[in-house]
């Protein structure tokens, strides 16, 4: 494996157009204070420090410049040259503050030797006005601890891993002071412990480092810092567009170059921006979720048209941009036993594409509650589109479940279809017991009624107490749910 | 008003016009029979139309909605569009239905007509059940097709039945009993008693 790690002392305030010979510390608010959190050599020279407050900073140097820090900005700087990067390799890493780490194993031999990458990378960062310092090794914390010496003394021969002190492997806080305590401050201190003693007394932070001191290389691609930029693909429309068929044929382009560019990173989309940019100079955003993670044009084509079908244009189109807001690693997709092959449409998808148009609430997965009130009896369950198995026979019940089951068993029939508001109902009864009711075919004799079941509750809230005597009616028609409350009569479902 | 014979006569002459025209278009549409797992229905009729479209109508009370979860209880899983939000949940999980396997859409009038069309085409379902649909004019047309697309069931349950659905096969519930209107495929003018409910939702068991 080869490991390059790209090293920039000075990058974050380069990136603010600092050189190493002005006397400027960014600042940064940590620890109930304003403390240097980047400095310049020459700052350093003076007598400045990391973490040093920055009224001590100021007394002590009264002419030092003290520039509060651009987070944004110097994470959005980090990405961008990371990207830059990829023209060696996909494979590139931030490496805590100021390193880059990439893997040339695969693409070395491309621009003609590790010698030559190096030679490249140091020229692309100093055309991009940074100092920097490369080294390559087979592991990823040497190539680093090489990297960082050889900016310190750039004419000077690379010494040995073993002569580098303990803390150019970038050990914790914890580790580092451990290993002080036995005496090790450098590498090659630790490459001549016990093998045992190390996995026993340091952990496997220590086991890591150990190995890396006996020169072992590792395979394991150290994860310390995974960010990218996210991807964009902004597109000039050549003219103001208007309609909706020429705004389709030019986004299919772009979600072209989207797709390959998920397919670069290994990634799939889970959330688009659309950012239509108008002649009026406003920006009309629309957002777009997809039911499963995809980088298939097509199907991100089908839900950016459904979603556009209903689109008014405040005004003519100059410009449109298409941006990944949230994308996941691609890690395969596993179809579920129970569905259809024959599906045109995941259901994830086809859910996500009905929620857009239609609005959650038009989605429901009905879940049951435990309340006396009819009307809230059950309530709208997120729906995500997973699979749900149906319980096997054999699966040993939760006996939970089976009381409640019990219970419900129990209870009283419930009717398969209910009216969203009770609607009042003319009744005509004889000892408390409807004998005929009048609805829309006009009065119908009651040939059976099983009732009064009394449900009532929710005496606590003024508004919204109930104290109702149900009653289940067969008519010519068919069942009729109804209730009689405060001396009138509704009907408020049907055993349909 | 059609007699039983004349009317029997337009379907069979209207199915070999439909035929010739899937030929000359060269499309070849097999639908077939697929046991519902209802022992009554399938005797009555012999089975869903796959891909097609069944009607049942019935006023409030005939048992339009019970029959349809009796079909639903069947499938694997099956999505129900609500018009009318009338669907009760506590009251089809006592049908014996399993609520996590039934996707509940309740949309807007203006919104799902297209929508059915949707989920018709995209054949994620063996059945789709639709209640209280507004006047669908041409839709019912470019709902057939989509059943079709999709390879899947389409069971539209209304008041009344309507001309502007290609059914395949048209049920007429009364009182609890069940005749059969139209039926691409025989059993024309059989009816038979709903077939017994569970008691979750029979009062009267």
Known sequence: ?496 | MFSMEEAISEALSIDALRARIHELEGVRVVSRRIPSGSVAFDALVDGLPRPGIVELCGPPGAGTTSLALDLVRHQPAAAWVDFERWLYPPGIAGAGVDLRRLLLLRPAADRGIWAVEQVLRAGCFSLVVVSEPPPLRRAGHRWARAAEAGGCTLLVCRGRSHRDLPADMRLQLDGHRVAVARNRGGSLGRSADLPERPEGIDPWV
């Open chain 1, 1 to 496: 494996m080869g490991v390059m790690v790209v090293h920039l002392p000075a990058f974050r305030l380069e990136r603010c157009g600092w050189s190493a010979d002005d006397s400027v510390c960014l600042t940064a608010e940590w620890k109930s204070a304003t403390r240097l959190t980047a400095l310049t050599p020459r700052a350093v020279a003076l007598g400045l420090r990391h973490g040093m407050s920055a009224s001590e900073a100021r007394a002590r140097e009264p002419d030092v410049l003290l520039e509060p820090l651009d987070d944004a900005g110097e994470r959005i700087d980090r990405l961008a040259l990371a990207e830059s990067l990829r023209h060696f390799t996909d494979r590139v890493s931030l490496l805590w503050e100021d390193d880059y780490a990439l893997d040339i194993t695969q693409t070395a031999h491309v621009f003609g030797g590790e010698a030559a990458v190096a030679e490249q990378v140091e020229q692309r960062l100093r055309d991009f006005g940074h100092v920097c310092s490369t080294a390559v090794a087979g592991d990823l914390l040497s190539a680093a601890a090489l990297a960082r010496c050889k900016s310190l003394a750039p004419d000077a021969e690379l010494p040995d891993l073993a002569d580098l002190p303990i803390t150019a492997l970038r050990p914790s806080d914890e580790l580092r002071l451990s290993l002080a305590t036995v005496g090790i401050e450098r590498i090659g201190q630790l490459s001549k412990l016990d093998a045992a003693s190390v996995s026993g007394r340091f952990g496997r932070e220590g086991v890591r480092l150990y190995r890396v001191a006996r020169g072992e290389v590792f395979h394991e691609w150290l994860d310390v810092c995974e960010e990218t930029l996210p991807i964009r693909v902004p597109m000039q429309l050549g003219g103001a567009i208007e309609r909706m068929e020429p705004l389709l044929f030019a986004l299919r382009g772009a979600i072209a170059q989207v797709c390959e560019q998920l397919f670069a990173r290994d990634q799939l989309a889970i959330r688009l921006a659309i950012r239509l940019t108008l002649d009026s100079g406003a920006v009309q955003l629309m957002r777009v979720r997809v039911g499963r993670p995809t980088r298939n044009t097509q199907t991100l084509l089908r839900v950016l048209k459904a979603r556009l079908e209903g689109l008014k244009l405040d005004a003519p189109t100059t410009d449109l941009a298409v941006e990944v807001e949230e994308a996941s690693g691609d890690g395969g997709i596993q179809p579920s036993l129970h569905d259809r092959t024959e599906a045109a449409e995941a259901l994830p998808d086809l859910i996500a594409r009905l929620t857009d148009a239609l609005g959650e609430e038009a989605i429901v997965e009905p879940m049951l509650v435990d309340s006396w009130r009819p009307e809230g009896a059950w309530r709208d369950g997120e729906v995500d589109g997973a699979h749900r198995p149906a319980r096997p026979s054999t699966m040993k019940v939760d006996p939970v479940e089976r009381q409640w089951r019990h219970q419900a068993h129990l209870a009283p029939p419930r009717p398969t279809i209910v009216l969203p508001r009770p609607q009042l109902l003319d009744v005509r009864e004889r000892q408390g017991r409807p004998q005929q009711v009048h609805l829309t075919r006009g009065w119908q004799s009651v040939v059976e009624a099983a009732g009064p079941e009394r449900l009532q509750g929710e005496w606590w809230a003024d508004d919204r107490g109930f104290d109702r005597d149900y009653w289940a009616l067969r008519l010519r028609q068919g069942t009729a749910w109804v209730f009689h409350e405060q001396e009138r009569w509704f009907l408020h479902g049907w055993f349909d």
